[in-house]
């Protein structure tokens, strides 16, 4: 009989992080793929489940304007406590770090139903940074019998922690997707015309620096000083801003009430992936909060400054592709103009190494769901990729329950 595999997401960046692996549990024989939506987020969410042509089972349309984390907290383990007594599955995945991760995970404990975390053993250290983020991922990791660290580096923070489930090291499902989204542009030229007709603003001339932060942690203080950084940038008249702003009044009020209308600022709506990806290609710099992009900008040989104090990513501040800039109004505004004023050191970000996989991390999660080998993506797994070797022999027998 088919194993019966739950995944439940409700954000943006769960949903792009899942949606190839719900594309490969779907396409396996051995198990019955569930999909339930929170809607946590509404807008955003529907962009990914549109592009990845994913239909889910259950679409708890939870999302409400300026939510607070305990009404969603609340209203969500309500309503996936029926879902859970509905499909009654075998096993649950979450993804990250989210409300909704940690809501899914507790209500499903509750239940007794084994519970997979996939991006698991992310961490700062910091309880407040990001916030509520490194509580949501820590709480769901002590519940989960199945770990999917998508580094070595991320498995050694969950054994330093002697949880009861198993870690396997998968790399991260984000180089899936990003993957066969940069497959899809590179080989269609009608494509990238199509996208980039889309921001037919930008300056062919002027090298683009691509903005997004939506951190709860960054809102008052944080922000005001971020939107006075990428003032002080376009006055330069050395580079041309675009900024995707998040659907979360808190972000975009303020960033409105600064940059609406600011020569060389375009601020724009949130862009669907394949948009999001393209213009990712097309930038010089990216400077941004993003675990998401944290992620996929060195996949793509491109610089990020990241606008925070510590982050739970430090592969890439290790492999050199990303630095920490903060949110202090002259230091991004330094680090900026420093990699503007040196096209070779930007464009030596090209040549540094991915530290996330090899885009078969999707693969390498179905494979311990159904306790076979993945002995075929094992040429693929090497140090340089963040993924260990031995995460493609391991079986979930030994699982406790
Ligand atoms: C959430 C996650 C965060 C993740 C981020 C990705 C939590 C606590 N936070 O933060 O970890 O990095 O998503 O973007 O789980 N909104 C819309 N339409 C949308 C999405 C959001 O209008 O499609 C607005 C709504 O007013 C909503 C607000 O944004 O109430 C906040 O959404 P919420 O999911 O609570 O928090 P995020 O800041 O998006
Ligand atoms: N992204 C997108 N459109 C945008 C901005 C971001 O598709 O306009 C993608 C981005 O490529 C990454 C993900 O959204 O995969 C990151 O989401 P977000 O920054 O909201 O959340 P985080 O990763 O910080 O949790």
Redesign the pocket.
């Known amino acids: 009989m088919a194993t019966k595999i739950l995944s439940i997401f409700g ?3 769960e949903a792009i992080k899942m949606a190839p692996l719900v594309k490969q549990l779907e396409a396996d024989p051995a198990i019955e793929s569930v999909v339930c939506v929170t809607g ?6 529907d962009q990914v489940l549109d592009l990845f042509r994913i239909e889910p089972h259950h679409n708890l349309a939870l ?5 607070t ?1 305990n009404e ?1 907290a609340a209203r969500l383990i309500a309503s996936l406590d029926d879902v859970l007594a509905a499909v009654r599955p075998d096993r649950v995945l979450v993804h990250g ?4 991760a940690s809501a899914a995970a507790l209500a499903s404990f509750h239940r007794r139903i084994p519970i997979g975390h996939v991006e698991a053993g992310l961490r700062t250290g910091n309880l407040m940074q990001p916030w ?2 490194e509580m ?1 991922r820590r709480v769901v990791d002590v519940m989960s019998d199945l770990m999917f660290a998508p580094t070595a580096s991320s498995k050694a923070n969950l054994a330093r922690e002697a949880l009861h489930g198993k870690v396997i090291v998968t790399g991260n499902t984000v180089i899936d997707a990003l993957t066969l989204t940069t497959a899809r542009i590179d080989s269609d030229a009608a494509l990238r015309a199509e996208l980039d007709a889309r921001l037919p603003f930008l300056d062919g001339a002027l090298p683009v620096l691509l903005v997004t932060g ?1 951190r ?1 942690e960054s809102f008052g203080a944080g922000f005001a000083n971020i939107c006075a950084a990428l003032g002080d940038l376009a006055r330069t008249d050395k580079v041309q801003i675009v900024y995707p702003v ?4 808190n972000v975009r009020g303020p960033v409105q009430q600064s940059l609406g209308g600011a020569r060389n600022v375009h601020l724009i709506d949130p862009l669907d992936y394949l948009g999001f990806v393209r213009l990712m290609q097309r930038a010089s710099i990216i400077l941004t909060d993003s ?1 998401g992009v944290q992620e996929e900008a060195p996949a793509l040989g491109k610089p990020v400054l990241v606008m925070r104090d510590v982050t739970e990513r430090p592969e890439a501040v290790e492999a050199g592709t990303v630095r920490l800039v903060g949110t202090e109004r002259g230091a991004i505004v330094r680090a900026v103009t420093a990699l503007l004023d040196n096209v070779a050191e930007r464009e030596s970000f090209a040549r540094r190494i991915n530290p996330y996989g090899d885009g078969h991390a999707s693969q390498r999660i179905v494979a311990a769901l159904t306790k076979r080998p993945f002995a075929e993506f094992e040429a693929a797994v090497s140090a340089d990729s963040g993924v260990s070797a031995d995460a493609s022999t391991q079986s979930v027998d030994a699982v406790s329950r």
């Open positions: 954000t943006r960046p946590q987020h509404q807008q955003m969410l999302m409400t304007g300026n939510q984390l969603l770090d989210t409300t909704t509520p983020e949501n939506h709860r998040h659907l979360n009044p675990g």
